[in-house]
């Protein structure tokens, strides 16, 4: 079993208004990772990621497609804090700001 990892996503784009919060979930959760997802002001969308580090890098691999109906221009990501998560294993929340 592999090390678990966090990490904190940023996504560009068409992201906000086409389910892609929604989605995120459906697939961090069918991946066994925990976190929180939000939109953002500057009408990108921020998740913050943890579990086993093929599910986290597959997940990554998921938010550059996103669902149907969105259009990602770019994916950041960066290490994450798990100290902000503040769930329990197998949560998620998705944040409304």
Request: proline share 3%.
């Amino acid at each position: 079993m592999s090390d678990a990892v966090c990490r904190n996503l940023r996504i560009h784009g068409r992201v906000q208004g086409v389910g892609y919060r929604w989605s995120l979930v459906a697939e961090a959760t069918r991946l066994g990772l925990s976190g929180w997802v939000r939109n953002r002001r500057d009408g990108s969308v921020e998740a913050m990621v943890s579990g086993p580090f093929e599910a986290v890098d597959a997940l990554l691999v998921w938010a550059h497609r996103g669902p149907s109906m969105a259009r990602v221009d770019r994916v950041l990501c960066n290490e994450g804090n798990a100290g902000e998560l503040g769930s329990r294993p197998g949560f998620f929340q998705i944040a409304t700001r």
